[in-house]
Nanobody, 124 residues
């Protein structure tokens, strides 16, 4: 099993930036890829960005592409999401997901492990 714990959320003004982190523990050797998803109140969980654990490829949702960077530190077993030019529409609970397959997936169903989430609120 793999345990994931997110941190770094909070209240940010529109136009600002944030850095979310996800610490992985447990059987992390089983991780093939990781991703960030978000879920706004009353909406389904949606893809934000993903990365193969090897770091060889990344994917971004259209609505964050160009203002987000996903990265991972294999030594520290940490996944990071840096977002800038934040908008009120970015307000959501952000979740870190991990999957065993070495393919960066864009559907929540692709992921085997989840963190508890961290709230991000962007004020206008």
């Amino acid at each position: 099993q793999v345990q994931l714990v997110e941190s770094g959320g909070g209240l940010v003004q529109a136009g600002g930036s944030l850095r979310l982190s996800c610490l992985a523990s447990g059987r992390t050797i089983s991780l093939g890829a990781m991703g960030w998803f978000r879920q706004a109140q009353g909406k389904a969980r949606e893809f934000v960005a993903s990365i193969k654990w090897s770091g060889s490829s990344t994917s971004y949702a259209e609505y964050v592409r160009g203002r987000s960077i996903i990265s991972r530190d294999n030594v520290k077993k940490t996944l990071v999401l840096e977002m800038s030019l934040l908008k009120p529409d970015d307000t959501a609970v952000y979740y870190c997901g991990g999957r065993r397959e070495v393919v960066d997936g864009q559907s929540p169903d692709d992921y085997d492990y989840w963190g508890q989430g961290t709230q991000v609120t962007v004020s206008s």
